[in-house]
């Protein structure tokens, strides 16, 4: 499943190619994904001006203006889901469609032509047209930005004083913080030294701090690294081999511990697959 640095990733691949294109074509190949397409509205993007792409969590938000008719601005939001891709094609001529490939846009800058592509074979992601950032009800509930300042090990230890649930768990509410997944979350406990079964409200203030610190500086590295290697993610370039960052207790079952040499234990957390060591790591 793409997180967030691979969601990141494929901003910063996006943007400098997107920003200022004008929106020539829409084709939507269904009417729905994870939720309905308003396919209306999608449609109603064609004329449009591509002014910047930012990213909220793991939604890609797209900021069109109709610079002909000084229309107000329009967000498209895409979610890659499980297994979604996005990325664009410099060249004239349409591409052949890939299997589950479900919309596409052709796009015009300078006069030149690319296309705007999505595809996801299990169709868990999402394309909306939206107004509001903060009144959207995907969006409306979500927690700070884990690389932003407001999410703090101050604010961690405080807003976990009274929460049983495993510390590994928060890490992964997305109304705590955005965009931590299963991997990050695992290495990030690995890091700072914290079991990740440990109780929210037994966690001292100094293992919130250094948890943050972990998640932040995780996320940095894959982020910095183009985003972990996962089976169904390819990156905008289509490159899979530029996606690799070194993981220390994920996926690495008997294997001893980076800092200890410890065998690295498997465990089902939240049914989720998770990775500690026991020796680092002490409930
Ligand atoms: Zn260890």
Redesign the pocket.
């Known amino acids: 499943m793409p997180e967030l640095p691979e969601v990141e990733t494929v901003r910063a691949w996006l943007a400098p190619a997107l920003s200022g294109a004008r929106v020539d074509q829409v084709t939507l190949k269904r009417s729905d994904l994870r939720y309905p397409i308003p396919t209306t509205r999608v449609q109603g993007l064609v004329g449009c001006t591509i002014i910047a792409i930012r990213r909220r969590a793991k939604y890609l938000l797209v900021e069109l203006r109709d610079l002909d008719s000084d229309r107000s601005k329009a967000i498209m939001l895409i979610h890659l889901g499980m297994s979604g891709r996005c990325w664009l094609d410099v060249q004239p001529d349409p591409p052949q469609w890939l299997k589950h490939e479900h919309w596409r846009m052709r796009l015009v800058r300078d006069d030149q032509v690319c296309w705007l592509r999505y595809q996801d074979p299990r169709r868990f992601g999402a394309l909306d047209v939206i107004d509001d950032v903060k009144s959207h009800r995907l969006l409306a509930h979500l927690g700070p930005e884990p690389l932003s300042p407001d999410w703090t090990g101050t604010r961690l230890y405080t807003e976990t004083r009274t929460r049983k649930q495993a510390i590994k768990g928060v890490l992964m509410d997305a109304r705590r913080v955005v965009g931590v997944g299963n991997i990050y979350a695992s290495e990030a406990c690995w890091r700072a030294e914290v079991h990740p079964n440990r109780r929210a409200s037994a966690v001292s203030k100094r293992s919130c701090v250094r948890l943050v610190d972990a998640v932040q500086s995780v996320l940095k590295e894959a982020i910095a690294a183009g985003g972990s290697t996962l089976k169904d993610f390819v990156g905008g370039d289509q490159n899979p081999g530029y996606f690799q960052q070194r993981l220390d207790v994920y996926g690495r079952e008997g294997q001893p511990?980076?800092?200890?040499?410890?065998p690295v234990v498997k465990t089902t957390l939240l049914q989720r697959s998770t990775f500690h060591?026991p020796?680092?790591?002490r409930r």
Request: aromatic fraction near 0%; glycine fraction near 0%; proline fraction near 0%.
């Open positions: 511990c980076n800092r200890c040499q410890t060591c020796r680092c790591q």
